[in-house]
């Protein structure tokens, strides 16, 4: 029997307790063993929604957030935008963050999510990414959609611990 269609559509209010919980989950499941686990378990999905629903009520169209659903459940969320360069903003776009809820991976939500928002980008921009060095299968998923690590390094902070981020680019289409 075949899979029910895989839906793109903008992200509403009500979608953020079931985006937030894919987020955190997501990173409860991804960075294990490269974030401090007690950081990642301190992680609260309520904490997390109540957070998104205060920026998604405040947002100004700047940034667009998209879910992918199938059969009216919520599996994916991507948010993208201006690309943030230091506190001004450049004419390239950003995917801030892209997540699958972990328990469906690799049935093309991700990739459906990502070819969406860069549906989104100004046409002619490119689209950059930050993701974790240590993240191998991010970063095999973003190599093969076409990014490239640029060279550009940076970390956060993680209960005192740095964790390192590389940056991705791809070139606009065309």
């Known amino acids: 029997m075949d899979e029910p269609t895989l839906r793109i559509r903008p992200m509403t ?90 328990a469906h991976l690799g049935r093309g939500t991700g990739r459906a999510l990502l070819d969406a928002a860069a549906g989104r980008c100004p046409a002619g921009a490119r689209l950059l990414l930050w993701v974790l060095k240590g993240n191998a299968p991010a970063r095999r998923f973003y190599e093969r959609a076409g990014f490239r690590a640029d060279g550009a390094e940076e970390s956060f902070d993680a209960d005192g611990v740095p964790v390192p981020e590389v940056r991705y680019v791809r070139a606009p289409a065309g």
């Open 13 to 102: 209010l009500a979608d953020c307790d079931r985006v937030s919980e894919i987020r955190v989950r997501g990173w409860q499941h991804a960075y294990r063993g490269l974030v401090p686990r007690p950081y990642l378990d301190r992680l609260s999905v309520a904490a997390d929604a109540e957070r998104r629903r205060e920026r998604f009520a405040r947002g100004n169209g700047t940034v667009v957030n998209l879910v992918a659903e199938r059969d009216d459940r919520v599996l994916g969320w991507a948010a993208v935008g201006p690309y943030r360069d230091g506190e001004a903003y450049t004419a390239d776009a950003e995917l801030y963050a892209i997540y699958v809820d972990p």
